[in-house]
């Protein structure tokens, strides 16, 4: 059962920015975290970053660590992402996951279940 929807994606110029949502609902947001990956053609999903259930705590765990910025609003039960300085190599598939609110946020795909369908994002040279 998909828990999470995401939206925002689209085509961007390198250098560009964009903020990707990703809607969920009230439980969600109080009893698991919330992942952040994405998945570029021919490779494996990659981790960007997660938001802890219990205190709101941010981690970030790939290349876009310095770009990217995860927050949420919990009266509006969406969880964002936002990238700046957008490469070429930004481009994939990015989607949003839950995790258990007892782990320690990670970025490891198989800790993370009620995946959502996926936002494309495309960055052009």
């Known amino acids: 059962q998909v828990q999470v929807v995401e939206s925002g994606g689209g085509l961007v110029q390198a250098g560009g920015s964009l903020k990707l949502s990703c809607e969920t609902s009230k439980f969600v947001l109080d009893y698991w975290n919330i992942g952040w990956f994405r998945q570029a053609p021919g490779k494996g999903r990659e981790g960007i970053a997660c938001i802890s259930a219990r205190d709101g705590s941010t981690e970030y765990f790939n290349s876009m660590k310095d770009r990217a910025t995860m927050s949420r609003d919990m009266a509006k039960m969406t969880a964002y992402l936002e990238m700046h300085n957008l490469k070429p190599e930004d481009t994939a598939i990015y989607y949003c996951?839950?995790?258990?609110?007892?782990?320690?946020?990670?970025?490891?795909?198989?800790?993370?279940?009620?995946w959502g369908q996926g936002t494309q994002v495309t960055v052009s040279s």
């Open positions: 996951a839950i995790e258990n609110k007892y782990l320690d946020c990670s970025g490891y795909e198989d800790q993370y279940t009620g």
